[in-house]
């Protein structure tokens, strides 16, 4: 027989189950679950209490920052509406004519052009396209 969530949460089930066993292997196997459903509470319990704490620190930051004339919703508004710094574009290191007779450049990241791929594949370097 196949233990599925199902056939656990079912007293039907369960008691054909247990035809098969013993009683101390019933007592056994009970005695695990107690010791799974504690730990799980314990888990929880925890868990739980984690939130509480953080929930409690955010009160605790929200009074100090209302008592020194800070909205909360303002700095939260400042802070999304910070910018941010983008990356600046990588310089061009490689120049080459593309398939079509115009003139490109590479920065020599991702994937190469074909262009380039077939010069080096017909014994060109990529040296040779160095700008």
Do not use: C, H
Not at 68 to 94: C, F, Q, T, V
């Amino acid at each position: 027989m196949s233990l599925t969530l199902q056939n656990l949460n079912n007293i039907r089930t369960l008691r054909a189950m247990a035809r098969e066993f013993s009683i101390e292997q019933l007592e056994e196997i009970l005695e695990k679950f107690r010791m799974v459903a504690e730990e799980r509470r314990e888990e929880e319990s925890s868990r739980q209490q984690e939130i509480a704490e953080r929930e409690e620190k955010l009160k605790t930051w929200v009074e100090l920052m209302q008592a020194d004339g800070i909205d909360p919703n303002e700095l939260i508004k400042e802070l999304g509406s910070a910018p941010r710094k983008k990356r600046a574009a990588r310089p061009a290191k490689y120049r080459y004519t593309d398939l079509d007779g115009s003139e490109k450049t590479w920065t020599g990241q991702g994937r190469t052009p074909k262009a380039i791929a077939q010069a080096i594949e017909s014994g060109k370097s990529l040296d040779d396209f160095l700008i």
